[in-house]
């Protein structure tokens, strides 16, 4: 109830008194005093709040400005705050930034989304053979001597036909899976030789998948953000999410 309640006169009435005073006092806008005093995902986190929470119209829109008109949007932002260009030449270049980054988190959860939400499909030949191509990247010297077969368990799924382990990360859990097979092949085949462990063995293919969906639910829930903001100076894309993985 406390915790309400200062929300609220914090964000209706405090936090206005308090930017102006700052804006009195040090002649820059809050905007500024960020780029001042932080650097990486602090600076980019701060200014992501500071848009979304201010009252003015070209601000609160710009965390959604699409990458085309990023460099307008800092100009009319520049335009509002006052903000003059030769006595603060830094300001266009570190706001489009964090704008590129923030617009580019939103657009990567979309993209990852929509990856996900693709079942696999035994029918798609694309889908077919980046299958295949897992086998072969991590079982290169054993052929596999059916589609459906219980060879599959050797590379850790649960049935004879893998399509039915994909399930709620769908196509997703199948790149993530022959990205690191192909980027980091003898890390995978040391983890995929260590999963045989008679006691301390696991399914390598289910790990696998499960740690997509962790990887999904840390970015849905904006928890990867400082590490993208802090990794990726400028707009983070697919790959770097796989990288993550």
């Not at 309400?4 to 006169?9: G, P, V």
């Not at 962790?214 to 790959?239: C, D, Q, R």
Request: aromatic letters at 14%; glycine letters at 4%.
């Amino acid at each position: 109830m406390f915790v309400s309640l200062w929300e609220f006169f914090y964000g209706h009435f405090f936090r206005f008194w308090m930017k102006w005073l700052l804006r009195q006092m040090t002649g820059k806008c809050e905007l500024q005093r960020i780029f001042d005093t932080y650097v990486g995902a602090q600076r980019t986190h701060r200014i992501e709040n500071s848009l979304t929470y201010s009252k003015n119209k070209v601000l609160q829109k710009a965390t959604c400005v699409v990458q085309n008109e990023v460099d307008k949007c800092v100009e009319d932002i520049m335009k509002e705050k006052n903000i003059n260009p030769e006595k603060d030449s830094s300001f266009k270049i570190c706001m489009k930034m964090c704008l590129l980054q923030i617009t580019g988190y939103k657009q990567l959860f979309l993209d990852v989304e929509s990856v996900r939400k693709r079942p696999y499909d035994s029918d798609n030949l694309q889908h077919e053979e980046l299958l295949m191509k897992l086998w072969n990247l991590l079982m290169p010297t054993k052929k596999l001597k059916a589609r459906i077969s219980k060879q599959w368990a050797d590379i850790g799924f649960q049935g004879d036909d893998p399509k039915t382990d994909f399930r709620g990360m769908g196509i997703l859990g199948l790149i993530n899976l022959v990205y690191f097979s192909e980027n980091y092949t003898s890390e995978a085949h040391q983890i995929l030789s260590r999963s045989n462990h008679p006691k301390l063995g696991y399914s390598y293919a289910i790990v696998g998948i499960n740690l997509t969906e962790m990887a999904y639910s840390l970015l849905k829930s904006e928890a990867l953000k400082f590490h993208l903001y802090n990794f990726v100076p400028g707009i983070p894309t697919m790959e770097h999410f796989h990288q993550f993985y």
